[in-house]
Every structure is written in structure tokens, then in C-alpha cells.
């Protein structure tokens, strides 16, 4: 069984930053795309950031220049650095990840619990 944890959430202040891990487990044979969604309070999931095996990256244009996505194939984890956190960016964030078993060679969607970040002014 596959699972995506997610941690590194908090409180922060405006301007500060946050780093946030997510690492898979289970019998995982290789994983390809990996991201970062959000959620905030009445609003609808959106991705955040997003980066494929190979590591190419793509990102929100909320968040350009102030995020990075990077991943560690070693440990089968993927991070997003938060610099210059708005208000704005108060949302639970979810880890996602396609990730291939021996079950399901191709792949499927896997998605993480979610880990709650709260900006204040």
C-alpha cells in the first residue's frame, strides 16, 4: 500500500518561509510526476507546483519566483520551498504524486492528507 505524507505546515508571519516534505512509502516501483496543490477555505484545489522525473518544474503564477519545487528520488520525497509568504497563501497543501506498483505498472494518483499553512498579516 502506497502513502504520501506530508509535513512542514505552521504559522508563520508575512514575508517568512516555510519548507514543506512529502515522502512516499509502500511498495513503490518508480514515480513519476510529482506536486503541490492547495486548498483555501471556500475555494477550489489548485495546483501549486509541480515537477516531473526528469525535474522539470512547472508553477502557479501566484507563487513564480517565490516557490520551488525540488524532489529526492533517493528518498522518494518532494519539498516546496515557501519564500515571501502572503496572506494570500493560507491553504492546505497537498502532496500528489503518479506513482507505478507492481500492481499497477502504469501508475496511478496518489494523494497525501494535507498539511495546513497559516500566513498572517
Known amino acids: 500500500q502506497v502513502q504520501l505524507v506530508e509535513s512542514g505546515g505552521g504559522l508563520v508571519q508575512a514575508g517568512e518561509s516555510l519548507r514543506l516534505s512529502c515522502a512516499a512509502s509502500g511498495s513503490i516501483f518508480s514515480i513519476n510526476n510529482m506536486g503541490w496543490y492547495r486548498q483555501a477555505p471556500g475555494k477550489q484545489r489548485e495546483l501549486v507546483a509541480a515537477?516531473?522525473?526528469?525535474?522539470?518544474?512547472n508553477y502557479a503564477d501566484s507563487v513564480k519566483g517565490r516557490f520551488t519545487i525540488s524532489r529526492d528520488n533517493a528518498k522518494d520525497t518532494v519539498y516546496l520551498q515557501m519564500n515571501s509568504l502572503k496572506p494570500e497563501d493560507t491553504a492546505a497543501y497537498y502532496c500528489?504524486?503518479?506513482?507505478?506498483?507492481?500492481?499497477?505498472?502504469?501508475?496511478?494518483?496518489?494523494w497525501g492528507k494535507g498539511t495546513l499553512v497559516i500566513v498572517s498579516s
Open positions: 515537477i516531473t522525473g526528469d525535474g522539470s518544474t
Open positions: 500528489n504524486a503518479v506513482i507505478a506498483t507492481i500492481q499497477v505498472p502504469a501508475g496511478m494518483y496518489y
